[in-house]
């Protein structure tokens, strides 16, 4: 089974800078695309930013996405934070994971991690 976690949410001042973590754990799975999503207070999920899993690195905006190493977590960069950037943020994989010889694909959604801009 494929579980995935976020982490490095918390308090942090406007006009500051953030790093968030995505860990994707099992066994024999492989990653297609790495999604962010953040969930401002009563409003709907939005998409933040992503990248291919064999990528390096993606740059939307203040948002940057990029791991450090193929087998690493990817995080999410947030740059000039501001207080609408306050949410849940959630990241979300898409990959293949391999039973008994067969490909299933998977798609996961970890649990989220709070992030509060304060003004």
């Known amino acids: 089974q494929v579980q995935v976690a976020e982490s490095g949410g918390g308090l942090v001042q406007a006009g500051g800078s953030l790093r968030l973590s995505c860990t994707a754990s099992?066994?024999?799975?492989?990653?297609?695309?790495v999604d962010w999503y953040r969930q401002p207070p009563e409003k709907q999920r939005e998409w933040v930013a992503g990248?291919?899993?064999s990528g390096v690195s993606s740059v939307t905006g203040r948002f940057t996405v990029a791991r450090d190493n193929a087998k690493g977590p990817v995080n999410l960069e947030i740059s000039s934070l501001k207080p609408e950037d306050t949410g849940i943020y959630y990241c979300?994989?898409?990959?293949?994971?391999?039973?008994?010889?067969?490909?299933?694909?998977?798609?996961?959604w970890g649990q989220g991690t709070q992030v509060t801009v304060s003004s």
């Open positions: 979300n994989v898409r990959g293949l994971r391999k039973i008994r010889g067969a490909l299933y694909p998977f798609d996961i």
């Open positions: 099992g066994t024999s799975f492989s990653i297609d695309h």
């Open positions: 990248m291919p899993g």
